[in-house]
Structure formats: C-alpha cells, structure tokens
C-alpha cells in the first residue's frame, strides 16, 4: 500500500494556518523533533501518508480545515490502517475536541492525546514521551517467500510464536504479582512482529485455536521455571472469541495445565469486552466451563464494549481490566476520570481485581493511586519483554 522512500521517522504537522504551523515546528525542533513533513490540508495529508507509509509514526492534526476537517481525516487514516500516533489540536470548546478523540478512539486509531491551541512545548513532549521510530518489517504476505496461510501454519508446527511478558504490578508495594504473555513471531532478519500485524492473518485463516494453545504451552512451561526459581505469580493469557467458541478448548487447556504440573489457578484468560457479544451462547458456556474448572478469567479492555455491565453480571470474572484509553485522559477530561473512578468501585463491589492497562507517566499512575486503583500496566513500569528479560525483573521486584 506504501511507498518506503528512505528509513527515518517522520512527524507530519496537518494545519492550514502557517503561524499554527510554524509554532508546531518550533515546539517540536526544541524537543529534539526535526524530521517533519506539513500538509495543509487533509488531501496533502493523506498524500504523504501514501508516500511515506509506517515512516510517519505521528501525526499533529488540526480539527477546523476548508476542504477536509480532522473527522473526516481520521476516517480515511482508519480505513488506511494507519499506525501513526495522532494528537488532535484545536481552538474550539474541550468536549468538542474530547469527543473528536472519542471518534478516532471507536475508529481504532492510536490516539495520544488532544491539545488547544494555546499548548506549551511541554504539553506536547508529554504526548508524544512514547512515539519512537518502528524497526522496519517486512510484509507478512512475502515472509520467506511462502503464502500466508502456509507460512503461518508452518510457523505454528516448529514452534516459532513466542510470548513476551508485561508485568502487572500492585500500586501499594510496587511489586510484580503476575505478567501479560504477549504473542511475538521472530523474523528472520532478527526482528520481532507484534500481534497486531499477525493475528487478523491467524484468524481468517482459521488458526486461532492452534496459537492460543501453542502460546499457553510455553507460558506454563516458563511458569515452571518461575516457580522452582521461588517468583511465585500468575500468568495471563489472551484467548481471541474464535477460541472462546470452541467448546473442546477447556479440556485441552486442562490438560496442559495437568500436564506442566500446575493448576488452573495459575492461568488467566483474558477476554476482550468488545467481542463478547458475537455467538455469546457458545461463548458463556466455553467461559464458564472454564471458571468451573479454577481458572481465572480477565474481562479485558473493559469500558470500550457496549454492554459491560451486563458482562460482568452474566459472566464468572475474577479480574477486570480497565482499558487504557481512560487512565491516560483521566487526568484532562472530566468524563474520562468519572469512568475510571466507577469502573475500579464496581470492580471492588464486586470482589475483582482491578487492573489499570496504559499506565504511561508518573502523573497517571498518581491519579490511579487517588482514585482507588490498586494494581496498574503499562510502559511506566516495564515493557513487554522476552523471559530471559522478564525473569531478571520479576527477580528484582
């Protein structure tokens, strides 16, 4: 889809007011930003989108343009796939901007935050405290040369998808209680492709069961090794709605658990919210079967869906996962931070354990703290890592 033109990350400023323009240059030269590409308007955006592809890994958008206002521009960057994070600056009234967010947010983009057009320098480096530049990959479809279907069953067959772990860490003492195991495929240039780029492809090609259960196998085998090691935590993780529809799965993921000599304790199965809704009969009774048998289930990305309280009352979870989105605007917006404080009540009340994904900065995981949260994730504490990694982490905390 791409045009590749050369290997350096790029930030494109999209305003069609040149002093906006220059101000966001001169914001951005001061913070070490100097590859920059402007457009003013959304057509010259999306035409140096075309152009330079994954080199732009953010994009500083104005709401108000003549020809294409920042709407209409976040729809076709989400019909393109875009990755870039974006930043939204505008002059107009904070829950006009707030809801622009909460648009690209239901697109599926990668949103960093909203600015006025009042912000200071500083403002905008705490936006962008995440963005760095992408190691380049490769197409999934020309993967050593084979189709994809086949390279990935192949893939699957010697073992080649790997997790990495996140810990989760409890807020009152800062140790680690448990990890996320995070799906990784190696590449054979010594890269790593993450899951967003590779599960779509699992899942149409009808392989979902087969990663889900190959990743279990070495996340319980590495448990093992935690364990004679004396780190005793939990591991979670994530089960796709393909594999929750499939009533065979709670026997297998018995007995791999029987078989690494652990217990189903020591397994959590994240779900995500949003997709509970598709098939939900198969899906309650794979799920519970599942709860039944001692293992832990996460409703994950909690908030995002369109009936998560319903969710919680119908379905046997042990652990609510508050998604990212609202602890990185709690802090700005008032109805961010109304959302986060009720979902951690709700999951209390309710006996759960609650977890904050996206923690990202001090001011965050402060905010967390004061508004009742006990366990966080995210970047502040530690990336996903590969076990080694992980294993001297979980050694010292």
Request: charge should be negative; include cysteine; hydrophobic fraction near 45%.
């Amino acid at each position: 889809m791409f045009e590749i033109q050369s290997s350096q990350a790029l930030i494109l400023v999209v305003d069609d007011d040149a002093f906006q323009r220059d101000t966001v240059e001169i914001q951005l030269g001061s913070l070490g930003w100097h590859q920059l590409k402007f457009a003013t308007s959304g057509n010259e955006a999306l035409a140096h989108l075309d152009r330079y592809g994954a080199q732009i890994i953010a994009i500083i958008s104005d709401l108000s343009m003549p020809d294409m206002d920042g709407l209409v521009l976040m729809r076709h960057l989400a019909q393109r796939h875009c990755r870039a994070g974006i930043i939204l600056r505008s002059g107009l009234h904070d829950e006009i901007l707030n809801s622009a967010a909460g648009l690209a947010y239901a697109h599926g983009l990668l949103i960093l935050g909203v600015l006025p057009k009042s912000s200071t320098h500083m403002q905008l480096a705490a936006l962008l405290m995440g963005v760095s530049e992408p190691v380049a990959q490769a197409p999934l479809e020309n993967c050593q040369g084979a189709p994809l279907p086949e390279r990935l069953s192949v893939g699957l067959a010697n073992g080649e998808f790997i997790p990495w772990y996140q810990p989760k860490m409890d807020v009152r003492s800062g140790k680690s209680i448990s990890v996320e195991a995070l799906a990784r495929w190696p590449t054979a240039v010594g890269g790593m492709t993450g899951p967003t780029r590779f599960i779509p492809a699992i899942e149409a090609a009808g392989l979902a069961d087969a990663l889900f259960l190959a990743i279990t196998r070495t996340v319980l085998a590495d448990l093992w090794t935690w364990r004679k090691q004396r780190i005793g935590i939990t591991a979670a993780v994530n089960m796709s709605m393909d594999t929750a529809l499939n009533l065979d799965v709670p026997d297998q993921l018995s007995e791999l658990v029987e078989q690494a000599g652990l217990q189903p304790s020591d397994l959590i199965i994240e779900v995500t919210e949003s997709r509970l809704m598709v098939e939900r009969s198969l899906a309650m009774e794979t799920l519970t079967r599942l709860s039944m048998m001692g293992f832990v289930l996460s409703i994950d990305d909690f908030g995002t869906g369109y009936s998560s309280l319903v969710q919680l009352i119908d379905l046997p979870f042990k652990e609510l996962k508050i998604d990212g989105s609202f602890i990185q605007r709690a802090s700005a917006e008032r109805k961010a931070e109304a959302i986060l404080t009720l979902s951690i009540l709700i999951g209390r009340k309710l006996g759960m354990s609650v977890i904050a994904e996206g923690v990202e900065t001090t001011e965050q995981f402060e905010f967390l703290k004061s508004a009742g949260g006990v366990m966080a994730q995210g970047y502040l504490f530690a990336r996903p890592m590969p076990f080694e990694a992980c294993t001297v982490y979980l050694q010292r905390h």
